[in-house]
């Protein structure tokens, strides 16, 4: 399989603090005041936390060429200096969505909830990755992840408060926002 393995492991320690906890849809995450990030493949290994969500990068589903284009023109890579807030929100999709054909959910994504478009506006300010875990029977669909500016963080809301009420959020049945800052070395 291609793409990078990540397990995200919540527990006692690691690099992140975790700051707030927010369930907004279906159940909960066990509260843990750190997290890692560890670089993985697809085996399972021990390990100490007390969740562990692994997942992976991979190809591009719905974003279009033009959406790709203005996306590399304007995002920023994470590890930024200054970002040292992160925002980890792993969300789950309904089986109505994955019984969805591609154009389907396409449509919904893009024309109908305008997902990159919105997200567009808040870039740089905002540096993002996706990760998915659907496919490796993962209690969620994706993980997300956000790294900003402590005084982006009210930017930040805003954008998932744009996002939370398109079509596209109905059909979301769990999702979880854990904020974090980094601990410094
Ligand atoms: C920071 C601005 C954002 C931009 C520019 C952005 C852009 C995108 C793009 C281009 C994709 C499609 C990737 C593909 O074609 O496969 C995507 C997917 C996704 N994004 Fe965002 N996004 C942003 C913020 C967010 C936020 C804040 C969340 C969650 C709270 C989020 C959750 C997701 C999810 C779950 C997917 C996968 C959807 C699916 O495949 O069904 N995004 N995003």
Redesign the pocket.
């Known amino acids: 399989m291609q793409g990078n393995f990540f397990d995200f492991v919540g527990g006692s320690v690691g690099k992140w603090k975790v700051t707030g906890i927010e369930t907004l849809t279906g159940d909960a995450l066990e509260p843990v005041t750190h997290l890692s990030v560890i670089s993985s493949d697809l085996i399972q290994l021990e390990h100490n936390g007390l969740w562990r969500i692994k997942a992976f990068t991979s190809n ?4 279009e060429k033009t ?1 790709r284009v203005k ?1 590399a023109a304007v995002q920023a890579e994470l590890g930024r200096p200054n970002s040292t807030c992160a925002a980890f ?1 792993p ?1 789950r ?1 309904t089986e109505a969505w994955w019984a969805l054909a591609q154009d389907e ?1 396409r449509r919904i ?1 893009g024309a109908q909830s305008h ?2 478009e919105i ?2 506006n ?2 740089p300010a ?1 540096a ?1 990755k ?1 990760y998915h875990c659907r496919d490796i029977g993962q209690p969620f669909d ?1 993980v ?1 992840w ?1 790294e900003y500016a402590p005084a982006d963080e009210p930017l930040f809301d805003k ?2 408060d744009s ?1 939370r009420t398109t079509e596209e959020w109905k059909y979301v049945d769990r999702e979880v926002d854990i904020r974090l800052t980094l601990i410094p070395n």
Not at 60 to 63: D, G, W
């Open positions: 591009v589903r719905y974003a959406d996306l929100i969300i999709k959910r994504f997902h990159t997200g567009l808040y870039l905002i993002r996706l994706f997300t956000f954008l998932l996002l």
